[in-house]
């Protein structure tokens, strides 16, 4: 099965940065998308970045637009998100996920996702 694993998280001021990496192990669906999503107090999971390992298309929530980049290092099977200029509204819990995809679209947010990490905590203070 596929495990998950983030790290990276931590506490920095609005306007620092942080990388954020999460390392897989395990079967990888030869076609598949992997993201980040994050989850602040009293708010739904919501998706931050993803990417689909078929073409390398990316996806991005507007409110991150500019500032975040997701990106993977298919020889190390890690995925990254790097984060510029941050806000105190991206303090969250910060979540790594993988998910297959068969057709269609390839991502379809939260839903889509089959496996998930524990998570990585990002603090931002102002």
């Known amino acids: 099965q596929v495990q998950l694993v983030e790290s990276g998280g931590g506490s920095v001021q609005a306007g620092g940065s942080l990388r954020l990496s999460c390392a897989a192990s395990g079967y990888i669906y030869s076609n598949y998308c992997m993201g980040w999503f994050r989850q602040a107090p009293g708010k739904e999971r919501e998706g931050v970045a993803a990417i689909y390992t078929g073409d390398g298309d990316t996806y991005y929530a507007d409110s991150v637009k500019g500032r975040f980049t997701i990106s993977q290092d298919n020889a190390k099977n890690t995925l990254y998100l790097q984060m510029n200029s941050l806000k105190p509204e991206d303090t969250a819990m910060y979540y790594c996920?993988?998910?297959?995809?068969?057709?269609?679209?390839?991502?379809?947010?939260?839903?889509?996702?089959?496996?998930w990490g524990k998570g990585t905590l990002v603090t931002i203070s102002s």
């Open positions: 996920a993988a998910g297959e995809v068969l057709g269609g679209l390839w991502y379809e947010g939260v839903d889509g996702m089959d496996y």
